[in-house]
């Protein structure tokens, strides 16, 4: 029996490039990093996130309990210490968000969405217009 996939909340934002069409900048460095590194604390992740940026321990926390609220991670306490993983791997998440994009999409107009892609995949790569049929 196939285990049930539990679907993250996301919103998707189509004017966004990559993970920024569905994650904060924030966001997606903690992802990123986790993805990475593995199951980590929040001072694990401090040190490993883009330096550009000055963020504190705090903000970390209440990004990465809100990225646990939308079921991209879990959190464990082991002491004093919260240790957070991805729900996902990084291609889990990009097939969950593509099926429900394209679900969201072609419940609007079914016949457009099809033409689009099959628009879109022969201007980008004509290659792949084999793998369609």
């Known amino acids: 029996m196939k285990k049930a996939i539990k679907v993250p909340k996301f919103r998707f934002s189509p004017f966004k490039e990559g993970l920024?069409?569905?994650l904060g900048k924030l966001e997606k460095q903690i992802m990123e990093t986790l993805w990475l590194r593995g199951e980590s604390s929040v001072r694990d992740i401090l040190e490993g996130i883009n330096h550009s940026q000055?963020?504190?321990y705090s903000t970390l926390i209440t990004?990465?309990?809100r990225l646990s609220k939308k079921g991209l991670l879990e959190k464990k306490k082991v002491g004093k210490t919260f240790f957070y993983k991805p729900t996902h791997?990084?291609?889990e998440l990009l097939d969950i968000v593509s099926k429900?994009?394209?679900q969201g999409i072609s419940e609007l107009s079914f016949q457009t969405t099809i033409l689009n892609f099959v628009d879109?995949?022969?201007a980008k790569d004509p290659k792949h217009l084999d793998q369609l049929s």
Do not use: E, F, L
Request: charged share 20%; glycine share 0%.
């Open 54 to 56: 000055d963020y504190t």
């Open 120 to 122: 879109y995949v022969s």
């Open 20 to 22: 920024d069409q569905i």
């Open 89 to 91: 791997t990084k291609a």
């Open 100 to 102: 429900k994009v394209i």
């Open 63 to 65: 990004v990465m309990n």
